[in-house]
């Protein structure tokens, strides 16, 4: 059984500045990347960052230069430091993991999601 736990959305003004952390829990044998995605009402779910296991990351370019992913010492944990916020930011964040049980293949999972919300 695993567990991703998100926290850190709420209610910003345009360009502020919210973190959203992400805790991973359970039999886990080892994570691959770990990654946040968004989905904002009537669109379809979008990635935002990844980070592997090597610390290589990925951005999607509406975000590059304005949010930050790492992850903790633990390497089960994932944060998003989010900058210079704006409004088409608004959307329900999940955390995602790619991560491996013991004696199987590896598998995608999620949280159940943090609303982030920007108002102009």
């Known amino acids: 059984q695993v567990q991703l736990v998100e926290s850190g959305g709420g209610l910003v003004q345009a360009g502020g500045s919210l973190r959203l952390s992400c805790a991973a829990s359970?039999?886990?044998?080892?994570?691959?990347?770990m990654g946040w995605y968004r989905q904002a009402p009537g669109k379809q779910r979008e990635l935002v960052a990844t980070i592997t296991s090597g610390d290589s990351t990925n951005y999607a370019d509406s975000v590059k230069g304005r949010f930050t992913i790492s992850r903790g010492n633990a390497k089960a944990t994932v944060y998003l430091q989010m900058n210079s916020l704006k409004p088409e930011d608004t959307a329900l964040y999940y955390c995602?993991?790619?991560?491996?049980?013991?004696?199987?293949?590896?598998?995608?999972?999620w949280g159940q999601g943090t609303q982030v919300t920007v108002s102009s």
């Open positions: 995602n993991a790619l991560l491996q049980l013991p004696l199987a293949a590896p598998a995608h999972y």
């Open positions: 359970g039999s886990i044998f080892s994570i691959n990347s």
